[in-house]
């Protein structure tokens, strides 16, 4: 299992930009390196363009721990993230013999030399299988290679979870309240100047009688993150009305 | 009428990073400047970081005509784009005056501090009002701030669409085919060589009966796309199915 601080993704395709496709895979992405207790320090969403990709990859995989790539994979012409990566590593496309028996047993007969393109990885790869991931996810170094597709970018984090983690645990906690942003400023300001291990985020929501602002904290300290809240709940005015998740 | 041919989108908020809230504007702000004709190159997510910020809006502003940011707008801490585009541009923040008046009026004697942080921008910065959009957008030589609560950025975007649109017009059809992406390779290899002004798209859709790939076609000449499916729909198999849309 490898210890892994920061990460960072790169969403690649045209249609992303071109709103063809709604992205569903950073949110999910998100979620699942949070709970891995990972932080997540930015996502890139960029078109099918081989040299955008290689400077950004090249840039990623320095700045942070752990990258991960979401589409461009597959035989067609616009699947241009193999190729990227490899060039981001200075390393030539490889046949990797794994992949390829098993497009054999997959396609059998009906096996083209398109397919067969889908075995081509960057010399360095490694291929990780899992049990409950049978079909291979391509790592080179710390960049993992993903699809685009969301059920299968699903299945494929779950080999990416059986394989790093995060130094730390993140605890979280939400107040919801019915002031507004600008009466609760001075409130999250005293919160925050005293408790600066506790990450405090404000998030009106508009156009719901339930509320007005969520509040949430976080931190890696259980008793840390008490505090903080503790702290923010006895500057409510009194009786004022609040809940918490 | 401003006309501009590039975009970037910069998503800001650490709530997007840890999964806390899914983003909902990349999408619609993506199909919205594709029906103004406007090339959306990037979007990026990032965490409220003011030295990220500056840095960022600071490339994007300099590499695309028009630069829209989502998020980090209001008056609590970490609110933090309106002084990093302002940083990003060199300028202070001031009051402004239009906005001050907006929030006296909604707010009444409730108005806090907090509430009139919410008036200081960038000191060359513009209000965008218009008949349909009466709250304020702020815009700042070529970058638009929007507020990241997707109902608020929806109507931000109609102020928009009525100040820039593209050079061109976007033209595109689809075609859903049973094949897969190895067989359609070489097929679409002919089609992508013929027609170098026509982008054409492969996009596998898994755990669906209907289909197995679907296939765009996008250009700026109507004469062109249609040449380029009609290339490809005489490439395919005899009989085999297939649909437009």
Do not use: C
Not at 60 to 65: C, M, P, Y
Not at 75 to 91: R, Y
Not at 201 to 220: I, M, N, Q, V
């Amino acid at each position: 299992m490898d210890v892994v601080e920061t990460a960072s993704a790169l969403l690649i395709g045209n249609e992303l930009l071109t709103g063809k496709v709604k992205d569903e895979n950073l949110h999910v992405l998100a979620t699942t390196l949070r709970s891995l207790g990972i932080q997540l320090r930015a996502a890139l969403v960029v078109p099918d363009v081989p040299e955008t990709l290689v400077t950004e990859i090249d840039r990623l995989r320095r700045s942070t721990d752990l990258v991960v790539t979401s589409g461009g994979v597959g035989p067609t012409h616009d699947d241009v993230t193999m190729q990227a990566v490899a060039d981001a590593f200075g390393e030539p496309l490889v046949e990797n013999t794994e992949i390829r028996a098993l497009l054999e047993r997959v396609y059998g007969e009906r096996l083209t030399e398109g397919h067969l393109r889908m075995a081509l990885v960057p010399r360095s790869a490694r291929v990780v299988i899992t049990n409950d991931v049978p079909w291979p996810t391509v790592v080179v170094q710390n960049v993992w290679i993903m699809p685009g597709v969301p059920q299968l970018f699903r299945m494929k984090l779950m080999a990416l979870r059986s394989q790093v983690r995060g130094p730390v645990s993140f605890h979280s906690q939400a107040v919801y309240t019915k002031l507004d942003e600008g009466v609760l400023k001075p409130l999250l300001d005293a919160v925050v100047s005293e408790h600066p291990k506790v990450e405090v985020g404000s998030y009106p929501k508009w156009f719901d009688d339930r509320y007005s602002t969520k509040l949430t904290f976080d931190a890696t300290s259980v008793a840390e993150l008490h505090a903080a809240v503790k702290h923010f709940l006895e500057l409510l005015p009194d009786g004022e009305p609040q809940w918490q998740e």
